[in-house]
């Protein structure tokens, strides 16, 4: 199981590419490059940095991309068959098996929804956030939207999200120093072979919706 530290900040983070020179300097990195269902050609990567501090949990990645598009245009849509990253997280692992996923493409449109483990085999209903909710998120990024269509010259993209934990439940689940987290990073919208997590997922075929494969967040 691999670990990642989410160290605090009490800087204002700003959403965007930049690194250096900027509270995402003191963010450790992540690759998502575990590229389970390869069997041939690239393998682009993804990188990505996580902080927090007492109102949200900041998110900034680096895509590599020679194909980006997204059509996803509503809340809650299907994002993840656009060009995008994803960020699956179970606040609270020795509780219960509750856990979010928060799907942004390219362009910043995005989902955020809640469910329970094997909710789809169990056919057990999802939590959609609406669009009050919504509307606490910050997500920018490289791409103008509200839509992309791939073009010869594309190389890559960057996205920077602001999620607050009050967004998360309605209730605060902010951590602190020693709080762990069970969560998982992923990069979507590509053919299966490209298909990339953090953390590995065992399993023949790509299944994000596998919290049981999810790795270690500390938060610092």
């Not at 965007?16 to 963010?27: C, F, M, R, V």
Request: charged share 25%; glycine share 8%; hydrophobic share 30%.
């Amino acid at each position: 199981m691999k670990e990642y530290t989410v160290n605090r900040t009490t800087a204002d983070v700003p959403l965007a590419g930049t690194i250096s020179g900027t509270p995402w300097d003191d963010a450790a990195a992540f690759r998502i490059d575990e590229f389970s269902w390869h069997d041939g050609g690239p393998k682009p990567l993804t990188t990505g940095r996580a902080l927090y501090d007492d109102r949200a949990i900041y998110l900034q990645y680096h895509v590599e991309d020679t194909d980006i598009a997204a059509s996803v245009t509503e809340l809650n849509g299907p994002t993840y068959r656009d060009s995008s990253v994803e960020f699956f997280a179970d606040p609270t692992p020795d509780d219960d098996s509750r856990y979010f996923n928060f799907e942004p493409n390219c362009c910043g449109q995005f989902k955020l929804a809640w469910q329970e483990r094997d909710w789809e085999a169990r056919g057990i209903g999802r939590d959609l956030v609406s669009s009050d909710v919504a509307a606490t998120v910050d997500v920018e990024t490289s791409v103008p939207g509200p839509t992309k269509d791939p073009h010869p010259g594309d190389e890559e993209w960057w996205l920077a999200a602001a999620v607050p934990f009050d967004a998360l439940t309605g209730v605060s689940l902010a951590p602190t120093s020693g709080t762990e987290w069970r969560g998982n990073f992923y990069r979507s919208g590509v053919p299966t072979a490209r298909k990339a997590t953090w953390n590995p997922i065992e399993k023949p075929e790509p299944d994000y919706h596998s919290p049981e494969y999810f790795g270690r967040l500390r938060f610092e």
